[in-house]
């Protein structure tokens, strides 16, 4: 990544979705977190549809995989897994959050070995996960009690399997719809489960909402800005640099979020914050090693596969951009926080905090 343009969205998109665990942390303070979460994406909704009223493309799915990819979408990566996020940073800082969640990379190829019969996984990916894992259970053991830090580590770390299995899944289907429109839809279906969870929460209620500056400023920080700017962002890294450098910003975004929290919140960097945070970085680094050390090389991808210009990967699930326009939906490495990721499959589909 040597191109200044390159380096700049870059970086301009792991503080797009670094900041969001701190808006997250600030909503929380005035917001129900699953209500919360909803009013996010029914900003973020509302916005993608607009934008695909305006760009002039195609909004009503044609085919079924396009209703089972929206649904997988909107269900697993928006409902479930921002559910269990923001319940998750109840409990926790937001850099802990962050951290937590860049573990999604390093479970996907675990799932994907038990959905996709065609997956296979290398010594590398189970011995990443391993790496992976003790990384999140040393930031879980250092301090905190079954109501506390564990507790809160808990749910991020389901939020992050709810995200592997979603973007998973999506490889089982084709799409005939724009990314703009599949976004669109997948953030509608994915406000309303979290509505609908919303209402069955036994401790939330549009009764305990204070509508002050701060609550109104995260949910549009995070539906416009976030999503709908980190969605954007993310494709132009895409297009400049390739998925297997964009995928890196997974791992940038716990960084920035450790320094906003820092400096707006007053959050503490703990010893064991930044361990963890190295062995999920490692285990990632052993799932990937083949892709990251033909980048090292400076070597081209495998033959075989499309071009960085022909693909684009939202948030873990790769869209190969070539004729017909029946596309599949391929997993990756589920990376890309911020958020989201997930964006839905779009998203990588989502782009996330």
Sequence with gaps: MTNTRDVLVFGLLAIVWGSGFTAIEIGLESLPPVLFAAFRFDAAALVFFALVVASGARLRPRTRDDVRLILTTGVFLIGVHFALLFLGQNYVSSAVAAIVL???????????????????????????????????????????????????????????????????????????????????WSMLVGAGILHALSLVHPTEALSRVDWNGGALAAIAYLGIVCSVGGFL?????????????????????????????????????????????????????????????????????????????????????????????????????????????????????????
Excluded at 144 to 152: F, K, P
Excluded at 300 to 313: D, Y
């Design 102 to 184: 860049s573990f999604a990379p390093i479970v996907t190829p675990a799932i994907a070995l038990a959905a996709l019969p065609s997956h296979q996984v290398r010594a590398t990916d189970v011995l990443g996960l391993l790496v992976g894992f003790v990384g999140v259970a040393a930031i879980a053991a250092a301090g905190g009690s079954l109501g506390g830090r564990l507790a809160g580590v808990a749910l991020l770390s389901g939020a992050a399997v709810a995200f592997a299995l979603g973007s998973v899944l999506t490889r089982r289907f084709s799409r005939t719809l724009p990314l703009v429109s599949l976004q669109a």
């Design 233 to 353: 962002l993310y494709f132009r890294l895409l297009e400049g640099v390739g998925p297997t450098d964009a995928s890196l910003v997974s791992y940038a975004t716990p960084i920035v979020a450790a320094g906003f929290g820092a400096a707006v919140l007053g959050e503490p960097i703990t010893s064991a914050m930044v361990l963890g945070f190295g062995l999920i970085a490692v285990g990632f680094a052993l799932c990937q090693i083949r892709p990251l050390w033909r980048l090292v090389r400076g070597l081209p991808g495998p033959q075989h596969r499309p071009s960085a210009a022909e693909t684009v990967r939202v948030r873990g699930n790769e869209y190969v951009l070539e004729e017909p326009t029946v596309e599949r939906a391929r997993v990756g490495t589920g990376e890309g926080y911020g958020p989201s990721r997930g964006g839905g499959a779009a998203s990588d589909p989502i782009a996330d905090d």
